[in-house]
């Protein structure tokens, strides 16, 4: 039976530069013209920030700084498919440049079918990688402030958390609502938090403040209808009702969705 032979590097993260201890999270692999890369985690949405965050307090507060890198590498796996010798030679640069992100020794695996690669590639990573728990689920302020940096809305000029607008309407009192978050620079936006994992009249209470404080926020000209956004936490039939008030009133984005980011993301690249 024919075989194939791949080329992989442990893709490893330097903590602390000083004491030269590393560990592996991820593989980078090349074979025949193709190239393949996989990270810790990454079968389960937000997992490969989280495992990374896990690491360490210093990697905790610089998951941003991982998935850069991780774009990095998936640009670099991309690009050199079909040319091997500038992988391997960008790899290797990693080491010499400082990067808190280096390859390990290149090892050699024979893959007995072309089809099989990927076995291959995920064999080595148990190996190497290893297989990451389960932990427990997020819980959903997490998940938020995750969502809210994948969709990179926090890293736009004018992001604002917890302020008070007002409007001052002719001949009348001052309206005033209450944002978590908002745009409040160049396409401005304005956000609430509806959590239907409350019960009864605090679900009730959060959907008609999040009604009213939409249609003032469009009726004063702060926002327009399809940059106020709710970002709940769960959607099903028994909610339908809210869901419907809700939308009626702007967009509805459920963050426990894996891709909730490329969603909010979208609307606000409208």
Not at 92 to 117: M, N, Q, T, W
Not at 209 to 234: R, S, W
């Amino acid at each position: 039976m024919p075989t194939v032979t791949l080329r992989y590097w442990p893709i490893q993260y330097i903590d602390n530069p000083f004491k030269g201890e590393s560990r592996n999270v991820g593989l980078i692999a090349w074979g025949e013209g193709k190239s393949y890369l996989k990270f810790a985690g990454d079968e389960d949405g937000f997992s490969a920030e989280r495992f990374f965050g896990s690491l360490s307090p210093k990697a905790k507060i610089n998951t941003w700084v991982f998935r850069e890198w991780k774009e990095w590498f998936e640009c670099l796996a991309k690009q050199m498919s079909n040319n091997p010798q500038e992988l391997e030679k960008r790899l290797v640069e990693l080491d010499d440049a400082g990067a808190p992100f280096i390859v390990g020794k290149e090892g050699l695996i024979e893959v007995p079918d072309k089809e099989l690669r990927w076995g291959g590639v995920n064999q080595v990573f148990k190996m190497l990688v290893g297989r990451i728990p389960r932990t427990s689920e997020m819980k959903f302020g997490e998940v938020l402030e995750e969502t809210l940096k994948r969709s990179e809305i926090i890293y736009k000029d004018g992001f604002e958390r917890d302020i008070e607008v007002t409007f001052t309407p002719a001949e009348a009192p001052p309206i005033s609502v209450f944002l978590p978050f908002a745009l409040i620079e160049g396409q401005k936006a304005a956000f609430k938090v509806v959590r239907f994992s409350a019960h009864g009249d605090r679900i009730v209470k959060q959907v008609n403040d999040a009604v009213y404080t939409f249609e003032k926020i469009v009726e004063h000209g702060f926002a327009k209808h399809e940059h106020c956004i709710a970002l709940i936490d769960q959607e099903s039939p028994s909610i339908s009702t809210f869901l419907e008030r809700l939308k009626l009133a702007g967009k509805v984005v459920d963050i426990s969705k894996g891709e909730s980011w490329r969603e909010l993301h979208s609307l606000l690249a409208a």
